[in-house]
């Protein structure tokens, strides 16, 4: 019996590897030929021996480089020509409209994007008018556009980028899930915790914010680090888990100073496994600008952490403000300030938000479900066309 195949497309590699995580081994064992589809990287070598599929390399930039996508488009269009995959689905902007695009030319019969963001939403002028094209045209070649959270639905129908019909949400939202047995207090131990504070120099009676991510402007950093430092709360620390991008949406310079003068800022760059940093932490502060549906958050919850989040769409719909944590108005330097205060203060709220945190993520957003839910529809759709 023939497999059937099914490609699954992003940008970079690592997105491949990290976003989606598990789901393209569940696939496969369901009857599907899994190919998956990213630029060069160590990664993608990665991603083919941990879940066992075939991986394919075509360059894709991030950035927009007309020439450099024409040259893509060329390639992912020869490639699925080639191929007839029976399903596309690609994930991330720039994947998403060249892989579209290239299998609508290439007759793909389900071509299906999915929506974990809107950078857009944050450009102005020309370039906000080309994003929006972009998107429409995205949207337009795919049979299928799945945003990621109930919030992004919302705003793609306001804005007019497709019609409701071609709209779902899967499951309760999230591109992958969480598995919430990876992410568990009982996974670190408490020597390897003591040990961490200890080579972290936070005190025992320390309370620690943690923020996790890229270091740059539209998550939020600039407002988390000026908060922290004007707070100046006895005993806190603030520990800081991502790599500072540079190039893209780069930090202030004051901001920048401030986390390599203030010695209650801990910053210790990208780490592969994050649990052992959300392990010796107290509470999320995550007051990004836009997100899809964010990892970062289902995973603090799901270690025990209660949340102060940005009123945006995905925070929104993880966090609800009094039970699992605070939602503060985006970009909103008082009002992160109001939320941290009494966060660390309120020892009877915060340990309220700390009880229903790991069982209000484990309820709505265990991985199986998630993937159980997009077979479901992989299969729908299928079943549909042979009819």
């Given at each position: 019996?023939?497999?059937?195949?099914?490609?699954?497309?992003?940008?970079?590699?690592?997105?491949?590897?990290?976003?989606?995580?598990?789901?393209?081994?569940?696939?496969?064992?369901?009857?599907?030929?899994?190919?998956?589809?990213?630029?060069?990287?160590?990664?993608?070598?990665?991603?083919?021996?941990?879940?066992?599929?075939?991986?394919?390399?075509?360059?894709?930039?991030?950035?927009?480089?007309?020439?450099?996508?024409?040259k893509s488009l060329w390639k992912m269009w020869n490639f699925l020509r080639k191929e007839k995959p029976e399903i596309v689905h690609t994930h991330t902007p720039k994947a998403g409209t060249i892989g579209m695009l290239a299998a609508k030319l290439a007759g793909?019969?389900?071509?299906?994007?999915?929506?974990?963001?809107?950078?857009?939403?944050?450009?102005?002028?020309?370039?906000?008018?080309?994003?929006?094209?972009?998107?429409?045209?995205?949207?337009?070649?795919?049979?299928?556009?799945?945003?990621?959270?109930?919030?992004?639905?919302?705003?793609?129908?306001?804005?007019?980028?497709?019609?409701?019909?071609?709209?779902?949400?899967?499951?309760?939202?999230?591109?992958?899930?969480?598995?919430?047995?990876?992410?568990?207090?009982?996974?670190?131990?408490?020597?390897?915790?003591?040990?961490?504070?200890?080579?972290?120099?936070?005190?025992?009676?320390?309370?620690?914010?943690?923020?996790?991510?890229?270091?740059?402007?539209?998550?939020?950093?600039?407002?988390?680090?000026?908060?922290?430092?004007?707070?100046?709360?006895?005993?806190?620390?603030?520990?800081?888990?991502?790599?500072?991008?540079?190039?893209?949406?780069?930090?202030?310079?004051?901001?920048?100073?401030?986390?390599?003068?203030n010695e209650n800022i801990i910053a210790v760059g990208f780490q592969k496994d994050v649990r052992l940093y959300f392990a010796i932490a107290d509470c999320l502060a995550f007051p990004s600008y836009r997100e899809g549906f964010p990892n970062v958050v289902m995973q603090a919850g799901a270690m025990g952490l209660p949340s102060i989040v940005s009123d945006i769409n995905g925070c929104n719909e993880i966090i609800a403000e009094g039970e699992n944590g605070c939602i503060i108005p985006s970009k909103s330097v008082e009002e992160?300030?109001?939320?941290?205060?009494?966060?660390?203060?309120?020892?009877?709220?915060?340990?309220?938000?700390?009880?229903?945190?790991?069982?209000?993520?484990?309820?709505?957003?265990?991985?199986?479900?998630?993937?159980?839910?997009?077979?479901?529809?992989?299969?729908?759709?299928?079943?549909?066309?042979?009819?």
């Amino acid at each position: 019996m023939n497999r059937i195949k099914l490609f699954r497309i992003t940008t970079v590699p690592i997105s491949l590897k990290t976003l989606l995580k598990g789901q393209h081994f569940f696939m496969s064992d369901n009857g599907f030929e899994v190919v998956g589809v990213s630029s060069f990287g160590k990664e993608l070598g990665e991603v083919s021996e941990d879940e066992g599929i075939r991986t394919v390399a075509i360059e894709m930039s991030r950035q927009i480089t007309p020439l450099q996508d024409l040259k893509s488009l060329w390639k992912m269009w020869n490639f699925l020509r080639k191929e007839k995959p029976e399903i596309v689905h690609t994930h991330t902007p720039k994947a998403g409209t060249i892989g579209m695009l290239a299998a609508k030319l290439a007759g793909v019969p389900h071509r299906l994007h999915t929506v974990a963001g809107l950078p857009l939403m944050e450009a102005k002028g020309n370039k906000r008018k080309i994003l929006n094209f972009v998107e429409k045209i995205t949207y337009s070649c795919a049979t299928k556009v799945y945003p990621n959270s109930k919030g992004l639905y919302h705003i793609i129908l306001e804005n007019n980028f497709t019609t409701k019909n071609k709209l779902k949400v899967i499951a309760n939202g999230s591109s992958n899930g969480i598995n919430t047995e990876y992410f568990s207090p009982e996974s670190i131990s408490d020597q390897e915790k003591q040990e961490l504070k200890k080579t972290l120099n936070i005190q025992p009676d320390d309370f620690v914010f943690i923020f996790v991510g890229r270091l740059v402007r539209d998550k939020g950093v600039n407002e988390l680090i000026v908060a922290f430092s004007e707070l100046n709360l006895p005993n806190a620390k603030l520990l800081l888990v991502g790599r500072e991008e540079k190039d893209l949406d780069p930090l202030e310079i004051n901001t920048i100073k401030e986390i390599q003068k203030n010695e209650n800022i801990i910053a210790v760059g990208f780490q592969k496994d994050v649990r052992l940093y959300f392990a010796i932490a107290d509470c999320l502060a995550f007051p990004s600008y836009r997100e899809g549906f964010p990892n970062v958050v289902m995973q603090a919850g799901a270690m025990g952490l209660p949340s102060i989040v940005s009123d945006i769409n995905g925070c929104n719909e993880i966090i609800a403000e009094g039970e699992n944590g605070c939602i503060i108005p985006s970009k909103s330097v008082e009002e992160l300030k109001l939320a941290m205060k009494k966060m660390k203060e309120d020892k009877s709220l915060y340990y309220s938000l700390q009880q229903n945190s790991r069982r209000m993520i484990v309820e709505r957003y265990q991985q199986e479900a998630v993937w159980k839910a997009l077979l479901e529809e992989y299969n729908f759709l299928i079943a549909g066309r042979n009819v």
